[in-house]
């Protein structure tokens, strides 16, 4: 009997089916051992010798492989395919040697396979190995050198600020990036500029083009600056006559995407199915060792031959050959140092369609994003037709251009499957996807009418996890087993946090940021921290000895640390103030100087530090005792305005006390002091001296029903939100002008500020509805008449009618419009037939549907296996 050992309990279950009675499959539960988390346990003064410490539960794992191996003819250390795996199978062994349970003539064999299925562990135990040591002490390599900047950096940290909690080699570059871009945010200055939009017609159908050049001059996005330049833009354009200058169709392709790597899976699962990169992390190794797909821990693009095979297989079967490429599709890593790796991330067997398995929802979704993705990348590209038009408009004395584009997909290929990535600024921009009317030079199209429209340029966004991860990836920073692991430090170090799904760095991750630019420059930068990762490859190569990246690298990190050592806080804080001046203390609207004390008059305002982390004091101290909290000084807030905080009454419902409060982001009020009690922010204007117990209890109430969308029978609600007071209906937003209407706001305001906002924006998505013009009663659904972007038109639920040019809006008839709605619904323009008029009756409110109950979550079936790779201390 052979000793096989693996690093879950799910894993050894499947595995002890496959080899059967001549294997015994035990478990490690991962790492078996670790550095101890204390001063010594690395010691360069000895050549970095390493002191290593097995946990009590792991010491239980070695005594049961210790008893298995008694009797047994072999060890086979069958752990992950990849250097942590790898890191495993070293230890195992190590520790199993120093306790003598090893025979001298018990052979001892390493075997990988990339995928827990039948044939992939009996094809890798037909080829066994021995321990990779180049990647082993990669993993040394790397373990040392988090250890010892965490240990060397944190308590410098603890001394010169106190309240921050640690400093990673990774860490501190991640959160530098989250860092530096907010600053970006902070000093971005916004421009306005304006766009023109000509709507035209030809052959009766209407599409849009929008301004090109003036006076043979280009015109960019931000060329027309002031709303007195459109405006005279748009009279032009309205005295000009129009004329089709050139049409240029162009065919292209559109490629798929290929197989998913670790970053590229966390990525998708973040964007398409709002899942983090931990949790992706949590249910892949699921998926993984229940042999539904290959490991998930990978750099590499490529599919082995026969994972190809089967896709080109199920591809033919499932979609037909016109989706087949003629050529099976190669795919090259393209990622930064990408480090040892088998294979993409692909279902190890395709005929198993995401529908056929019994999985809960979150794996359900992840395994079909993973198939869909493996299928579509060995499909047919897509092929589209774009067609650019210039169009001439003939004015005395000047030249002005107009271009329409539009594309039309004329073979789906792989977007059948895997559709195109969603757009990250969050902009709503899909001429591209339009159809135009046919066109060719020489038409003269009419013009209906001319926009213009006021925009302002927008600062960069925030990171998501999934863009941050996307960032660091491209500039090679850390590996793909250790980006969930990096961001959940951030955030559970409170250096960061999320918004939604935005990462937002607390003043304590900016503090520590600043203070590691300031006097760690080079170990923040991520050149270095790219380069260090390259000699890291060349050790698993290798191509280079641990001990000599060791060494070079402690002996300009010593002397860097020596230089801080002997240091003056009010050194530091002079570096701090200066660097972090944007953000505490922003510019203020009238010009005085952010620095000046508000109590006193003449002291300076400037960064202090406490035992509890940074603030803001006063120069002039202990005569001026004026203090804030950084996010206070960066709102421009006073700390004065906690003077009204207190209990303002008691809620008459709940018998709950009422209070008032100032947190980090200002003043707020809060029913009772449970554990997560209700709050709400005071909307700007709000005075807290002068708030009563009535308008608190009016602002725990939002958001509140306003009423049924007497259209679509969707609830429309009311609240405050952080860019003021709104109102919600299916998805969509309408601001409101004042913030006292959002307690007083009725459904037919509701309603009407609601088309408003659809009719105006233009930019609202398809189907946005717009305002009526006319509006009947009707027993199959309300008619109305609208005017539309592209012009007036009946509408009845799902069904749109164009109207005649003959036929005014104002004047359609109850017959007139029930028959347009008819004849379209009959040529496949909707669903249902307008029946007959009948006498209008009153309308009923749509019915609430009854929330369905979710379903528990199930209890996690196995332990989750982290890497300990760069997880600073």
């Known amino acids: 009997m052979k000793v096989v050992v693996v690093e879950s309990p799910a894993k050894a279950k499947t595995i002890n089916k496959y080899l059967g009675k001549d294997y015994e499959v035990l478990a490690s539960f991962g790492h078996i051992r670790d550095l101890p988390a204390k001063d010594g346990s690395v010691r360069p003064d000895e050549d970095f010798a390493m002191s290593w410490e097995v946990d009590t539960q792991s010491k239980k794992r070695i005594a049961d492989i210790a008893g298995a191996l008694k009797g047994a003819d072999g060890l086979i250390l069958a752990t992950d395919p990849d250097r942590e795996g790898e890191a495993i199978s070293w230890h195992i062994l190590d520790v199993l040697r120093a306790k003598k349970a090893l025979k001298k003539d018990t052979p001892v064999q390493r075997v990988v396979f990339n995928a827990i299925t039948k044939d992939a562990v009996t094809a890798a135990m037909a080829k066994p190995r021995d321990i990779d040591m180049p990647l082993v002490d990669a993993y040394l390599a790397r373990r040392a050198l988090d250890y010892l900047v965490g240990f060397t950096l944190s308590p410098i940290l603890w001394r010169k600020l106190p309240g921050s909690r640690s400093a990673g080699r990774v860490q501190s570059v991640a959160l530098r990036l989250v860092s530096e871009r907010e600053s970006e945010i902070e000093r971005f200055r916004p421009d306005e500029y304006w766009s023109v939009e000509a709507q035209l017609a030809q052959s009766g159908k209407s599409f849009v083009a929008r301004l090109f050049s003036v006076d043979g001059k280009k015109t960019d996005k931000l060329d027309v600056k002031t709303g007195e330049d459109a405006a005279a833009l748009k009279a032009l354009i309205e005295g000009g006559q129009f004329n089709v200058a050139n049409v240029e169709k162009k065919p292209t392709k559109r490629n798929p995407y290929a197989p998913f790597t670790t970053s590229s899976l966390q990525q998708d699962a973040s964007s398409r199915l709002g899942l983090s990169p931990s949790r992706t992390m949590q249910i892949a190794q699921r998926l993984y060792e229940d042999g539904l797909i290959t490991y998930m821990r990978t750099d590499a693009v490529q599919m082995a031959p026969e994972g190809i095979a089967m896709a080109r297989s199920v591809i033919g079967k499932y979609f037909g050959a016109e989706y087949l490429p003629e050529k099976a599709r190669i795919y090259q890593t393209k990622a930064k140092n990408a480090q040892e790796a088998h294979e993409a991330i692909r279902p190890t067997d395709m005929f198993k369609r995401p529908e056929s398995l019994s999985l809960d929802a979150d794996q359900q979704k992840l395994y079909g994003l993973i198939w869909k993705r493996t299928l579509a990348s060995q499909m047919a590209s897509a092929e589209i037709d774009r067609t650019s038009v210039d169009i001439a408009v003939n004015v005395p004395g000047r030249a002005v251009a107009l271009r329409a584009t539009g594309s039309v997909v004329t073979f789906p290929g792989f977007l059948t499957l895997y559709g195109v990535e969603a757009r990250s600024d969050g902009e709503d921009d899909d001429s591209d996807s339009r159809e135009l009317p046919p066109l060719k030079v020489g038409d003269k199209p009419s013009l209906e009418k001319v926009e213009i429209e006021q925009h302002f340029t927008q600062p960069p966004g925030r990171y998501t996890e999934a863009s941050l991860i996307k960032k660091m990836e491209e500039l090679g920073i850390g590996r793909p087993s250790t980006y969930a692991a990096t961001l959940t430090t951030l955030k559970d170090r409170n250096y960061v946090r999320l918004e939604g799904k935005a990462l937002h760095p607390e003043d304590r991750g900016r503090i520590v940021t600043a203070f590691l630019e300031s006097f760690f420059t080079r170990y923040v930068e991520y050149g270095f921290t790219a380069g260090l990762e390259e000699q890291l490859d060349h050790v698993s190569a290798g191509e280079l000895d641990y001990k000599v990246l060791l060494r070079d690298f402690w002996k300009d990190f010593t002397a860097a640390t020596e230089e801080i050592k002997d240091l003056r806080v009010s050194e530091v804080l002079d570096a701090l103030n200066d660097l972090l001046a944007d953000h505490i203390f922003p510019a203020k609207e009238d010009g005085s100087d952010p620095r000046k004390c508000p109590t006193c008059g003449t002291g300076t305002l400037s960064l202090k530090l406490g035992k509890f982390g940074a603030f803001i004091g006063c120069s002039n101290y202990p005569e001026c005792k004026h203090t804030m909290q950084l996010s206070d000084a960066a709102s421009g807030q006073s700390s004065d305005a906690a003077a009204g905080d207190g209990v303002l009454g008691t809620d008459p419902e709940s018998g709950e006390e009422v209070h008032l409060k100032t947190g980090r982001f200002g003043p707020y009020v809060q029913l009772g002091d449970g554990k997560e009690p209700k709050r709400s922010s005071l909307p700007k204007g709000w005075e807290p001296a002068a708030l009563t117990l009535e308008k608190a209890l009016q602002l725990l109430s939002l958001p509140r029903e306003v009423g049924l969308h007497p259209e679509t029978g969707l609830p429309i609600s009311a609240g ?10 299916d998805g969509k937003y309408a601001n409101l002008p004042d913030v006292e209407e959002v307690f007083t706001v009725g459904i037919n305001r509701a309603v009407d500020l609601i088309a408003q906002k659809a009719a105006g924006g233009g930019r609202g998505g398809r189907g946005a509805a717009v305002a009526a013009i006319q509006t009947f009663e009707h027993d199959g659904g309300p008619i109305t008449v609208r005017a539309g972007r592209y012009g007036p038109y009946v509408n009845q639920g799902k069904v749109n009618a164009t109207l005649p040019k ?60 982290v890497d300990s790779e760069d997880v600073p201390f």
């Open 806 to 865: 003959d036929v005014k809006p104002e004047e359609v008839t109850l017959e007139q419009a029930i028959a347009m709605i008819a004849a379209k619904a009959e040529a496949g323009g909707g669903k249902k037939k307008a029946a007959a008029p009948k006498k209008a009756a009153a309308k009923k409110p749509a019915a609430k549907k009854t929330p369905a109950k979710k379903a528990a979550p199930k209890k996690a079936a196995a332990k989750k296996i």
């Open 720 to 729: 405050l939100g952080r860019y003021g007071p709104f109102i919600l209906h």
